[in-house]
Nanobody, 112 residues
Framework: QVQLVESGGGLVQPGGSLRLSCAAS????????MYWYRQAPGKQRELIAG???????NYADSVKGRFTASRDNAKNTVFLQLNSVKPEDTAVYYC??????RGQGTQVTVSS
């Protein structure tokens, strides 16, 4: 059974940092392009970052220069480092493997 489990969310002050993890089981992340989405209350789901099997990354303009996606194939885990967070980064963050599998999400709240 395929599972993607996000963790690392929480409450953080503006300007702070968080590191989100997405641990996979039942599939090897090494053969998937992995994506990070987020969804804020009342808003559509937004694709914010992707990392392909070669480690090449792409980011939405809204997070470029602040967020960094990475992967550790040996641990079957992908990461999203959030730096210089803003209140508008408040959302549930999801990871996705290819187009088929998505986790349950982890809440990130940016507030003072």
């Amino acid at each position: 059974q395929v599972q993607l489990v996000e963790s690392g969310g929480g409450l953080v002050q503006p300007g702070g940092s968080l590191r989100l993890s997405c641990a996979a089981s039942g599939l090897p992340v090494s053969i998937y392009s992995m994506y990070w989405y987020r969804q804020a209350p009342g808003k559509q789901r937004e694709l914010i970052a992707g990392i392909n099997t070669s480690g090449t990354t792409n980011y939405a303009d809204s997070v470029k220069g602040r967020f960094t996606a990475s992967r550790d194939n040996a641990k079957n885990t992908v990461f999203l480092q959030l730096n210089s967070v803003k209140p508008e980064d408040t959302a549930v963050y999801y990871c996705q493997a290819g187009s088929a599998y998505r986790g349950q999400g982890t809440q990130v709240t940016v507030s003072s």
